[in-house]
């Protein structure tokens, strides 16, 4: 379970280009393991590395801990397009009244 334990820590911090042969790449990232510890890496194991690299994956990660930011970005814009839109039916109410007259 120690074994275990340190693997988890070191594929935290592991990050691979997407490719063929992603599995020895992830593998090769993985510094200072035995022939012994390889064995560990099963493939359950395997696919956690390749979905915790997987581009989706990481855009969600980025997208979760910067939640905060994307929340103000979406109140900032939505606020922007009703000022736009404020504006807009008040620039039609000028020229529908100047069309009045």
């Known amino acids: ?59 969600n990660k980025k997208l979760k801990e910067n939640s905060g930011l994307l929340a103000l970005i979406g109140i900032l814009g939505i606020t922007g397009a009703g000022i736009f839109l404020f504006l807009e039916y008040n620039s039609y109410k000028k020229q529908k009244a100047i069309r009045e007259k």
């Open 1 to 59: 379970m120690n074994e275990l334990n340190k693997f988890l820590k070191v594929a935290k911090d592991i990050i691979v280009d997407p490719g063929s042969d992603i599995e020895n790449k992830i593998i090769d990232k993985i510094k200072n393991i035995s022939e012994e510890d390889k064995k560990i890496l099963d493939d359950g194991f395997r696919e956690f590395l390749k979905k915790s690299n997987s581009k989706p994956y990481l855009f």
